[in-house]
Protein backbone atom coordinates (compact mmCIF):
# COMPACT_ATOMS: atom_id res chain seq x y z
CA UNK A 1 0.00 0.00 0.00
CA UNK A 2 1.09 3.59 -0.89
CA UNK A 3 0.25 6.35 1.10
CA UNK A 4 0.38 10.17 -0.88
CA UNK A 5 3.19 12.08 0.81
CA UNK A 6 2.03 15.33 2.31
CA UNK A 7 5.69 17.27 0.75
CA UNK A 8 3.80 19.34 -1.82
CA UNK A 9 1.22 21.06 0.69
CA UNK A 10 3.93 21.53 2.82
CA UNK A 11 6.74 23.05 0.05
CA UNK A 12 4.39 24.58 -2.10
CA UNK A 13 2.77 27.52 -1.84
CA UNK A 14 0.21 27.80 -4.13
CA UNK A 15 -0.68 24.03 -2.88
CA UNK A 16 -1.00 25.54 0.85
CA UNK A 17 -2.78 28.65 -0.39
CA UNK A 18 -5.20 25.92 -2.02
CA UNK A 19 -5.44 24.26 0.97
CA UNK A 20 -6.10 27.25 3.06
CA UNK A 21 -8.68 28.56 0.99
CA UNK A 22 -10.21 24.99 0.14
CA UNK A 23 -10.43 23.76 3.01
CA UNK A 24 -9.03 25.48 6.24
CA UNK A 25 -11.41 28.82 5.49
CA UNK A 26 -15.04 26.97 4.54
CA UNK A 27 -14.28 24.98 7.75
CA UNK A 28 -13.54 28.36 9.94
CA UNK A 29 -16.67 30.18 8.30
CA UNK A 30 -18.82 27.02 9.19
CA UNK A 31 -17.31 27.05 12.68
CA UNK A 32 -17.94 30.60 13.00
CA UNK A 33 -21.31 30.22 12.13
CA UNK A 34 -22.72 27.60 14.29
CA UNK A 35 -23.94 28.18 17.83
CA UNK A 36 -21.35 25.56 18.98
CA UNK A 37 -18.31 28.08 17.90
CA UNK A 38 -17.21 28.32 21.18
CA UNK A 39 -16.58 24.41 21.68
CA UNK A 40 -13.75 24.75 18.86
CA UNK A 41 -10.63 25.13 20.68
CA UNK A 42 -8.09 23.63 17.76
CA UNK A 43 -8.11 21.86 14.35
CA UNK A 44 -4.96 19.96 13.69
CA UNK A 45 -5.39 20.79 10.07
CA UNK A 46 -1.80 18.81 8.40
CA UNK A 47 -0.91 15.64 11.07
CA UNK A 48 2.94 15.84 11.73
CA UNK A 49 3.75 18.13 8.84
CA UNK A 50 7.08 17.98 9.83
CA UNK A 51 7.36 14.00 8.55
CA UNK A 52 6.49 15.43 5.11
CA UNK A 53 9.23 17.89 4.97
CA UNK A 54 12.16 15.29 6.74
CA UNK A 55 10.87 12.49 5.54
CA UNK A 56 10.82 10.63 8.44
CA UNK A 57 7.62 8.19 9.52
CA UNK A 58 5.31 6.07 6.67
CA UNK A 59 4.34 8.89 4.69
CA UNK A 60 5.05 8.70 0.69
CA UNK A 61 6.55 5.40 1.23
CA UNK A 62 5.46 1.80 0.62
CA UNK A 63 3.78 0.43 3.98
CA UNK A 64 3.78 -3.65 3.42
Known amino acids: MEFP ?3 P ?9 ALI ?5 PIAR ?11 VAWDVVNEPEWAIHG ?7 IA
Open 21 to 25: SQVVV
Open 9 to 17: IVTDKTKRA
Open 56 to 62: GGSLGRK
Open 30 to 40: AVQSSPQRDHM
Open 5 to 7: SLT
